[in-house]
């Protein structure tokens, strides 16, 4: 985080505070006269562009509270400026605090807490000479804006809480509710032993309580209120012994070193009372209410938005880099792919050449030989097999147990013929056709079993539940021959009806099958 300057700003002496880290030092100190600011502007001449703020602990302040309509954006802007402007004659250093809403029976209105300096001149000449060093203003504080930040860092949780530290400048009271801060003063002391201080902390604090309660800021009869004591270094004994807790107040002393660390502020000057407290949360976290105007922190609100812009491209160009991280880790992967594939490629390459090494010598090239290596395989696996057709016929026989084969031809033909001549030997005359003509034949021949010779329908019917039990898978019927003729035209045949004979009746059966 930058380094930041803080003026620390008193009725007498002003001091320029540095703040890195958990450190805080005293950079230099100037008198609140002409000579001051005559010292303090050739201070900056080499600070230009610096951070700086300016925290006030000043007696001087008024705090005046005020009730607006509930509204937003512009219209609030607007309706703030004019009860500023309203309170104050000089608005150069002028806040409004929100204290929340207040609802009625009529509307919804908005508390505020209006902020500013008796004398705003004092404080002038010291922002003419940042504005003309070219610095970096971040805003214009007084301790009592800090005092709810402090209050919470030092383990005070809401209600109402009076927070008593002994600065530099004197003796700060700050009057704290529910988070916000309602009023606020600075009593001047002088050099005092631990009891006498004590003693005036805490009749310094009663009188601000009746007047809290004259100003109806606090409940005549209520809960006490948590009074939170930050003492010296080393004084808390002392401190705890004089600040008596009653029915109205009750106190809590915190040492100045525990307090320190309460903040993380590891390191600060000699010398630095409480105030090194508020200037630590001035620097390092600063609440967003404050006095400067627009235009005296145009440079930081200039540089907060640089560093936005610079911000973003950070982002950005991490994304970047992350995506093209990843993209060449793609690439990366993707190139080791391609390498192992072109290795794997060249291993192929030199098996196949081992392979063709061992080839006889022909009289053709390679490539005619995979031509037709890969015809042949084509006819080969279109080439008809009758190996099919008896498994197809014995899986049927197995469901006609009374069917006897006596012969199964099988051949091949042309497609839509019901007959081809046989061959001498007995076996069929096969003839090339044109791959799309041509058709398996399978031709079964039997007699009828466990069937009397006479019963002409038991025959015929077993005849053709055969004949339609083969006609499946791809094969279709062709011609079924009966053991006798069934027409009209002819003459009742055969020897089923001979008594002299001890034949079976015979049939024949013809399927064909489609060559792809």
Not at 280 to 299: N, V, W
Request: include cysteine; charge should be positive.
């Amino acid at each position: 985080m930058a380094a930041r300057r803080i003026l620390y700003f008193t009725a007498e002496d002003h001091y320029l505070y540095r703040s890195a880290g958990g450190a805080l030092e005293l950079e230099a100190r100037f008198s609140g006269d002409d000579l001051g600011i005559t010292a303090f502007r050739e201070h900056l001449r080499a600070h230009r562009g610096a951070l700086f703020s300016v925290l006030a602990d000043l007696a001087g302040e008024d705090f005046h509270e005020e009730q607006i309509p509930y509204v937003r954006g512009s219209d609030r802007e607007a309706v703030v400026q004019r009860r500023l402007a309203q309170r104050y004659r000089d608005t150069r250093l002028v806040a409004a605090l929100s204290l929340g809403q207040v609802v009625t029976a009529e509307r919804r209105n908005e508390r505020l807490l209006l902020a500013s300096f008796t004398n705003t001149q004092q404080l002038a000449p010291w922002l003419d000479a940042l504005e003309e060093a070219g610095t970096r203003l971040s805003g214009v504080y007084s301790v009592p804006l800090l005092a709810p930040a402090l209050a919470a860092k030092l383990g005070v949780r809401g209600g109402r809480a009076l927070i008593v530290t002994a600065n530099r400048a004197g003796l700060r009271q700050c009057f704290v509710d529910q988070g916000k801060l309602r009023f606020a003063r600075l009593e001047r002391t002088v050099e005092m032993v631990p009891q006498a201080l004590a003693l005036f902390v805490r009749s310094e604090t009663q009188r601000l309580a009746q007047y809290l309660v004259t100003l109806r800021a606090l409940p005549r009869e209520g809960a006490p209120v948590q009074v939170l004591v930050v003492a010296p270094s080393g004084q808390r004994a002392a401190f705890e012994q004089a600040l008596v807790s009653d029915a109205r107040l009750v106190f809590r002393t915190v040492d100045y070193p525990e307090a320190l660390q309460a903040i993380r502020l590891r390191q600060v000057p000699e010398g630095t009372q409480s105030e090194a407290l508020f200037l630590h949360l001035a620097a390092r976290k600063p609440p967003a209410d404050q006095f400067a105007s627009r235009e005296d922190r145009r440079r930081y609100s200039v540089w907060q938005l640089q560093r936005g812009i610079m911000a973003a491209g950070v982002v950005g160009l991490a994304a970047c880099t992350f995506v093209g991280g990843s993209r060449w880790l793609e690439v990366m992967q993707v190139s080791e792919q391609v390498a192992m594939q072109r290795n794997e490629a060249r291993v192929a390459a030199q098996q196949y050449e081992r392979i063709t090494s061992t080839f006889p010598v022909t009289q053709t090239s390679t490539e005619n030989m995979k031509v037709a290596v890969v015809e042949f395989r084509r006819i080969a696996e279109r080439s008809a097999s009758p190996e099919a057709a008896f498994v197809h016929l014995s899986r049927v026989l197995e469901q006609f147990p009374q069917m006897e084969v006596d012969a199964v031809t099988w051949r091949l033909g042309r497609a839509g013929e019901a007959r081809e001549p046989r061959s001498a030997d007995g076996g069929s005359a096969a003839k090339p056709q044109a791959q799309g003509d041509v058709a398996v034949f399978v031709e079964v021949s039997g007699r009828v079993n466990a069937t009397q010779r006479t019963d002409y329908r038991g025959i015929t019917a077993q005849v053709q539940r055969f004949a339609a039990a083969l006609a499946g898978s791809g094969y279709a019927p062709v011609r079924t021959q009966l053991p006798f003729d069934v027409t009209s035209e002819g003459t009742l045949t055969g020897d089923i009806g001979g008594s002299e004979s001890g034949e079976a009746p015979r049939f024949t059966v013809v399927l064909s099958r489609r060559l792809p």
